[in-house]
């Protein structure tokens, strides 16, 4: 049976969906964008500001479900511009310091928000 995980220390969906569902022992996570919990307004002028609201914001989601960072087998990220993927990779790099996950980053057009 699904379990909906929700938690006010990351950001509200802002659509139909759920921060994270837990099913047959797997937590699928959904997507975060660097919004702060508390006022739902885009955070951080840079892209290293913004990365490290994204990994709070999933740590807290995480938490939520009873696991940690270090239970993670895959990630997708996506970027507004692959300029910024070693900034990016620096911050993603010091929440998972040794077992990182397999990882797709990709650069994309748009972002929510």
Not at 1 to 11: E, G, Y
Not at 13 to 23: D, T
Not at 56 to 76: I, M, S, W
Request: aromatic share 8%.
């Amino acid at each position: 049976m699904k379990q909906v995980i929700s938690t006010p220390l990351a950001p509200a969906a802002i659509g139909p969906y759920s921060q994270a569902i837990a099913q047959g022992g797997l937590i699928f996570t959904s997507g975060q964008i660097p919004l702060d919990p508390k006022t739902g307004e885009l955070v951080g002028e840079s892209i290293e500001a913004q990365a490290e609201c994204v990994m709070q914001n999933l740590k807290a989601v995480l938490q939520a479900a009873g696991v940690g960072l270090e239970q993670v087998v895959n990630t997708t990220c996506y970027l507004a511009d692959l300029g910024d993927f070693a900034a990016f990779n620096a911050v993603y790099g010091a929440y998972f310091p040794t077992d990182a996950p397999a990882r797709s980053c990709f650069q994309v057009a748009a972002l929510p928000k």
